[in-house]
């Protein structure tokens, strides 16, 4: 599970804290020789399972009861490309305003707090030049090569320079940040991206990555197929989610840490809304005015009368599962969400990572909201 900073323990959690996107909730914390086309068909995106097309709707998406899993279908790694050229050298300038020229990418690290950007460069077909990686980037491809991160999220200095890389990529989700400082001395190029993070920001972070390894035309092709598989799980969606929005689930997403008494909810701008918003449902921390990333308070969690709870699986086990968060929160008891134990988690490195697997992401969130037998 990703790590996250260290944060206020829920004893003062009713005083008011300032929104902690940038830090938090990136910190949670989809004309070219060879390159494929889209292939965002439900069958690619369903795995073994039925297609959404197949399923049918439920007269009513709040009449379920019970926790749900939400588990995304497989997701081989299939290159836009089978062998890229890079066009080097590439002069950018990164998200943080410096000027970086890159020359070599025969050993590039590629790091964040959800394994976005290193499943970006195999998607590219760059796959083979990758030497190392972050702990959340635990697909099949990749799960062979050294950690460099330890502790759960913490660079780490020695292991990043045993593997002698050409290139870092990598944003502000993952520190100490004089780690990055110290590979920019040891003068290897580092890139940083946006760690902002979602659903409207996906080609963006894969522009951003295809370009820094000069491989823009293989960044277009795996941006449009990524956003192709999006809109067509989104066209399924719109078909589950009742019409009349008085109907549609009322949903909050929450962060738990339970050994730690962290209990958080997520509001405009954390990315969690946008998730939401996108599977057909109202995200209600945002139609409270909840912004960013803060604590939760028993008066917001009433107030919004969620119909369904949202939460990284890791942070439901850190409570002790469904009657552990009713426990330690029981204003949720006091939601539609608590009254029917209505709780959908997903894995934390997937729920969200916004990368190329998101419709995959999209497509078993869909299943635990609007056909929960079938999911």
């Not at 040891?186 to 979602?198: N, Q």
């Not at 917001?300 to 009713?326: C, F, I, R």
């Amino acid at each position: 599970m990703p790590a996250r900073p260290h944060v206020p323990p829920r004893r003062v959690v009713r005083r008011a804290v300032p929104a902690l996107v940038a830090a938090v909730v990136a910190a949670v914390l989809a004309g070219c020789t060879g390159v494929a086309g889209a292939t965002g068909t439900s069958a690619a995106v369903a795995g073994d399972r039925a297609p959404l097309a197949d399923l049918a709707p439920l007269d009513d998406p709040r009449a379920w009861e019970g926790e749900q899993t939400a588990v995304a279908a497989a997701a081989p790694v299939e290159p836009v490309a089978d062998d890229p050229r890079p066009a080097l050298p590439v002069t950018l300038t990164d998200a943080q305003g410096t000027e970086v020229t890159v020359t070599d990418t025969s050993r590039v690290l590629a790091l964040d707090l959800y394994g976005s950007t290193s499943r970006i460069l195999f998607e590219l077909g760059l796959g083979g030049s990758v030497v190392g990686r972050d702990s959340s980037s635990d697909f099949p491809e990749i799960a062979d090569l050294p950690v460099v991160t330890t502790s759960g999220h913490d660079l780490s200095g020695e292991a990043i320079l045993e593997l002698a890389p050409t290139l870092i990529i990598t944003d502000t989700t993952l520190g100490p940040w004089d780690t990055v400082l110290q590979m920019r001395d040891a003068g290897i190029p580092v890139v940083v991206v946006d760690s902002h993070r979602e659903l409207g920001t996906v080609g963006d972070l894969i522009t951003a990555v295809a370009t820094a390894v000069g491989l823009p035309d293989e960044g277009a092709a795996l941006a449009a197929r990524t956003q192709a598989e999006i809109d067509e799980v989104r066209a399924q969606v719109d078909r589950l989610a009742p019409d009349d929005p008085a109907d549609r689930l009322r949903v909050v997403f929450l962060y738990l840490r339970g050994q730690a008494g962290v209990y958080y909810l997520f509001g405009e701008g954390s990315g969690a809304d946008s998730l939401i918003e996108a599977l057909g449902a109202v995200d209600v921390a945002g139609e409270i005015g909840w912004q960013g990333m803060r604590p939760v308070t028993d008066e917001a969690l009433v107030a919004a009368q969620p119909d369904l709870v949202l939460v990284m699986t890791k942070g439901l086990e850190s409570v002790g599962g469904v009657d552990g968060l009713l426990e330690q929160l029981p204003a949720v008891a006091q939601t539609p969400a608590g009254e029917h134990r209505r709780v959908v988690d997903m894995a934390d490195t997937q729920v969200l990572s916004f990368g190329p697997t998101s419709a995959r992401t999209l497509d078993a969130l869909a299943r635990a909201f609007y056909a929960p037998e079938a999911s």
